[in-house]
Nanobody
Framework: QAQLVESGGGLVQAGGSLRLSCAAS????????MAWYRQAPGKQRELVAT???????NYADSVKGRFTISRDNVKRTVSLQMNSLKPDDTAVYYC???????WGQGTQVTVSS
């Protein structure tokens, strides 16, 4: 299993931007698809975006056009660029290596109105 460490969360005003990063170690990074999930208080964890090992991406409808997932297979990182943030984007964001059960510890994103 990989060890995943997220960074880049914080407090931002509505309309602002943040960039989350997830650093992976301990497994062959390039063969796995990666994902970002989020969990808001009192809600279930939801899928935000995925990226295949070849770079194909998919997004939840709620973030399409605002968020961009990317990966750097040399640096073993996956990133989530979040623009035009809304208060509804407030959540703990988690990095996941699809199919391996590996999760990061999460990073808090808070968007103020």
């Amino acid at each position: 299993q990989a060890q995943l460490v997220e960074s880049g969360g914080g407090l931002v005003q509505a309309g602002g931007s943040l960039r989350l990063s997830c650093a992976a170690s301990g497994s062959i990074f390039t063969i796995y698809a990666m994902a970002w999930y989020r969990q808001a208080p009192g809600k279930q964890r939801e899928l935000v975006a995925t990226i295949t090992r070849g770079g194909n991406t998919n997004y939840a409808d709620s973030v399409k056009g605002r968020f961009t997932i990317s990966r750097d297979n040399v640096k073993r990182t996956v990133s989530l660029q979040m623009n035009s943030l809304k208060p509804d984007d407030t959540a703990v964001y988690y990095c996941n290596q699809i199919g391996t059960g590996s999760w990061g510890q999460g990073t808090q994103v808070t968007v103020s109105s």
